[in-house]
């Protein structure tokens, strides 16, 4: 499907700004303007949510914990939970590009 051509007006700081903070990530402005829409509609939000800090500071948590070869948790249950399997769930949910590298590459090495 064609993309829709549409003009905006920017604050030039926050332009420049956001557009280093884009290519740090990865992407052009108008890919993580992108991104951000396709976020919003998903999650039903226009402002990030408290949703993708959360499952980064959990996968930040698990990777630590995985990297020193901790492969199973106690969690909310009495059974024992996979590390790799909840890091794994939580990878697609992760905006932080070099946190998401770090995980697949553990992930990768670690399975």
Do not use: C
């Amino acid at each position: 499907m064609p993309k829709a051509y549409r003009s905006f007006r920017f604050n030039p700081q926050a332009y420049a700004s956001f557009k280093q903070l884009a290519a740090k990530n990865g992407y052009t402005v108008t890919a993580a303007l992108e991104k951000f829409m396709s976020s919003a509609v998903e999650f039903g939000l226009v402002f990030p949510s408290a949703k993708t800090e959360n499952a980064e500071a959990q996968a930040r948590v698990l990777l630590a914990w995985l990297k020193k070869d901790k492969y199973w948790v106690h969690l909310d249950s009495k059974e024992e939970t996979s590390t790799l399997g909840l890091l794994l769930e939580l990878l697609s949910k992760v905006e932080n590009a070099e946190l998401r590298k770090d995980i697949e590459e553990t992930l990768k090495q670690k399975a």
